[in-house]
């Protein structure tokens, strides 16, 4: 096996082609659910080993796209490439920082599609997130057989406790419907 020394986890192109046709600035709360449910469902028609799942990290204040993600793991052949942790790490390499807080004033929110699995919950502490926006809940996710990994089921008061705030079921119907369309349509789960 040839042996690499960097990991590469690309967006795909059809992302600029979307993000063109649409607004990415002054966005209000529904806007960026509505932009990252966009994306999820165009990763879904793009690739269906793509995964139904989209974020988004936006400047709190002015609700301007920092970086968005999509779920890249089998394009990536990566188990970290969840949609969230693709956002989280293009942002921070957009921005020239890994803490956004230190990036950008009055901090930066991130957007997901569907609530954060194990990994992704644990990641966007030390990302310096301020707020999660989430559409579906972690039941939708599990209901079409997706994994989502032991978590504490007080994580939302410890993000509290860290000064994280989390709002759910922002277009939670619309995001649910899109996990099930893509079950039904035979993609991979994993
Ligand atoms: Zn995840």
Redesign the pocket.
């Known amino acids: 096996m040839q042996q690499r020394n960097s990991i590469r986890i690309e967006l795909p192109d059809w992302i600029d082609a979307v993000l063109a046709a649409r607004e990415t600035c002054g966005l209000d709360e529904t806007g960026r659910m509505r932009l990252v449910l966009d994306l999820a469902r165009a990763n879904i028609r793009a690739d269906l080993g793509g995964g139904p799942?989209a974020a988004a990290i936006f400047e709190r204040h002015s609700g301007r796209l920092v970086a968005p993600g999509v779920n890249l793991v089998v394009a990536s052949c990566c188990s970290i490439a969840?949609?969230?942790?693709v956002a989280i790490g293009l942002a921070q390499q957009r921005l020239g920082y890994f803490d956004l807080r230190q990036a950008v004033p009055g901090g930066c929110e991130l957007f997901t599609s569907a609530e954060?699995?194990?990994?992704?919950?644990g990641a966007i502490p030390w990302a310096g997130i301020g707020r999660v926006v989430i559409g579906a809940r972690d039941s939708d996710v599990r209901a079409i057989g997706f994994d989502e990994g032991h978590k504490p089921v007080d994580w939302i008061a410890g993000y509290a406790r860290r000064g994280i705030e989390v709002t759910r079921d922002l277009l939670r119907a619309e995001s649910a419907q899109i996990l099930r369309e893509y079950a039904e349509a035979g993609g991979a789960i994993y």
Do not use: G, I, S, V
Not at 116 to 121: F, G, N
């Open positions: 799942f969840h949609a969230e942790m954060p699995c194990a990994m992704c919950m």
